[in-house]
């Protein structure tokens, strides 16, 4: 079988950047990509070639376009070596600071909590820039200055006081960096060379970026990433598309794939290579569609798989016939890039704002759009007839004026104006398997509010231009439409809240990553792309810090008789360590306890020992705690800021032992609270076994109060006892996980200990 360090499925924006760092830092790489090649000038135009522009391979089909119609939205996503790059708008806008929110409640229940915040990302932003290449729309030099659709959109914004701008793009108007724009230029190579052998030339301006850019203006991932990312060694299998994924037996991940056979439904395989680390980059829909498909090869993978799907709050509507004064305003939508130019809405209540970008379209669409306007269209047949009735009869043979007022005036193309939507919308909704395929159960209901604040500006812009205002078709069925997915394999603090860690990397299964925009545990806001590519450069700079260390050992667990699906929780503190020392052994298990203490109350922790050596060699015995509390007395679900945990300390008595608990945290209103926990375990028959090791006596306190430090009786807000359920107790054992060296070895020891401390507090006493 063929192996290799890494794999990466996908060749997006997540996957061509950890196909670039990784190849680029020495490793092999293979890209496993399931779409084609396009080369400037390769992508389709004519009626039949546009026909053939989807994918389909069991119908014979190999396009760009990826067409998903679910019960509840509409989605369009693309397949060919760069994914999203070839058909997106270029728009590389960051995430606003404010919107990397932290347990944000969310108006149909649960919460959208961010593990990372815009410092995190910002060195990672300023990478994927300087490697794409962006710049503003130049709408300040003569070649750009008359794009009316641009101007158009700075008027609107200026008569309302909205925040207009011209965002990064990811287009080259300039021959090589630095020098003047113009249309049509031979662009330089840059050093890596070229992914496809063809001269570039510079933007047209033609407004075809939305169906492939065949004059390379567009610095898409095949002209930089991927480009440099074959220079740097990677291998770039086009037309391989993955099936399945598993962990193998020895360590790493396994993972088959078909190999298309264009022109018809044909195919070879599967095929199987296996890896060190598999970075799954497929996109939102086929992350999760091979995760959700695999599950029972990942026994233990977090119960968060498929949920916080968003469209990235997406909405199209259209101004039509816009008027200045009794004159028909042009606007030119075909000319200029697909956007130029964005509106950023202010924050409503919620927090929810949105950002508003004109689109464009193809000059050829224009005829589409004549051909639409029946009404019109009528009129002026029907004036052709009667003109060409009164040439006959006055002899007149000149049809010019006629076929001119035949073709009409193009004021309805020339005049209209598609308008796209984007924020935060909420992401509730869920990825889930009907009958084998991938399904979305998910409606705008819980995001009515931010749609009808994001509608009534496009109203307001509208009413400035003297246009009318039209709805896109889904949204009067009340479906949602989006080319921005999000969601499916969230990251999170611990298994309870993602699939995966703030790096990309699955809980319980070190080196599986995922780098795309299933990752994101909520909507961007702004155009997703730079965020998905900024994450995965992240991720990069993490696994690159552990390549010295051995490879991922393979995941470790106590054995059942059946795949459990209860999270398994994975710290990356604890992975990144045993990576990065190559000697220290990792072991970490999930616990949850509920009882009463001033109320319901509830927890759940992911208990860590960072270096099992050390952790039972200490008298202390003490690991980290990491997690949540769920309370009404706390403002409801509170992550924990810092915890600790501490196993068989001596107690109060000769032949006592304590499990000690201590979690800091702020509750709703952002007073610190520290739950103190105990449970008691001493001296008598076995019967107490069990109600001594799961019963948790606590005190919930006033203060972040340490170890230690005495507990003042009037910092105690409430008392209680908090209690394990069987079930929850057979869920915790299936949740051991090692990672390091020597995994099975540390497992045995952390259970000797275990039941050698139990055997010492339990044993009969002699003469007894």
Known sequence: MEHVDVVVVGSGFGGAVTAYRLAEAGLSVVVLERGRPYAPG????????????????????????????????????????????????????????????????????????????????????DAVERMIGVSPYPLDRPAYGDTLKTLAMRDAAAELGLDWRLPPLAISFAPSPGAEPGPGLPIADP????????????????????????????????????????????????????????????????????????????????????????????????????????????????????????????????????????????????????????????????????YIEEGGYPAFVDYLVEGADLGSELGRAARFVLERLRGLLTHDTNLSAEMAGLMGRGELSGSSLPLLGMGRDVPDGELRLRDGRLDVVWNAGTSEEYFDRLRATMRRISHVLGADYADSPSWRRKRVMTVHPLGGAPMGRHSGEGVCDAYGEVFGFPGLYIADGAALPGPVGANPALTIAALADRMCTRMLESRESAAPSAPMSVAVSSPVSSPVPSPVSAVASAFVSGERTSLWFAEEMRGSLGGDF????????????????????????????????????????????????????????????????????????TLAGWKDVHHGPPTRLWLDTSTLHARLLEGHVEEGTEEAEEKVIAEGTLRILPSDLVKMLTTFRTAGPDGAAALARFCRFFLGELWEVYRPLQGS
């Open 191 to 354: 050093e890596y060379g070229s992914a496809h052998g063809v001269p570039r030339r510079t933007c047209r301006l033609c407004g075809e970026c939305d169906i492939g850019c065949n004059d390379g203006a567009k610095n898409s991932l095949d002209h930089t990433y991927l480009a440099a990312a074959r220079r740097g060694g990677a291998d770039l299998r086009t037309l391989h598309e993955v099936r399945a994924i598993r962990p193998s037996v020895g360590g790493g991940y396994d993972v088959d794939y078909v190999e298309h056979m264009p022109p018809g439904p044909r195919r070879t395989g599967p095929h199987t290579i296996s890896c060190d680390r598999l970075v799954l980059a497929a996109g939102t829909y086929g992350t999760s569609h091979l995760l959700l498909r695999d599950r029972e090869a990942f026994p233990g993978l977090s119960g968060t798989l498929g949920t916080r799907f968003s469209g990235n709050g997406d909405l199209l509507a259209f101004l039509l016939r816009a008027r200045d004064r009794t004159r028909t305003r042009p606007i030119n939508a075909s000319r200029g890039p697909v956007i130029t130019s964005a509106i950023r809405l202010p924050d409503g209540a919620d927090g929810r704002g949105a």
């Open 602 to 673: 509830a927890f759940r922790l992911t208990i860590t020992a960072d270096d099992v050596h050390r952790f039972l060699s200490e008298p202390e015995h003490q690991a980290r705690a990491e997690g949540w509390i769920d309370a009404a007395i706390c403002g409801g679900r509170r992550p924990v800021a810092r915890g600790w945990f501490n196993l068989f300390v001596p107690g109060g008595a000769p032949g006592r032992r304590e499990m000690r608990y201590r979690l800091h945290f702020w509750d709703g209103d952002d007073r610190p609270l």
């Open 42 to 125: 390769s992508f389709p135009r004519g009626p039949a070639q546009l026909g053939q522009a989807f994918w389909d391979p069991d119908e014979g089909l190999y396009g760009m376009f990826d067409v998903w119609s679910f019960r509840d939205c509409d989605s369009v996503v693309s397949s060919g070596l760069g994914g999203g790059s070839l058909i997106y708008a270029n728009v590389l806008l960051r995430k606003d600071e404010e919107w990397f929110v932290h347990e944000e409640a969310m108006p149909g229940g649960g919460y959208e909590s961010w593990p990372v915040g815009r410092a995190d990302l910002d060195p990672h932003y």
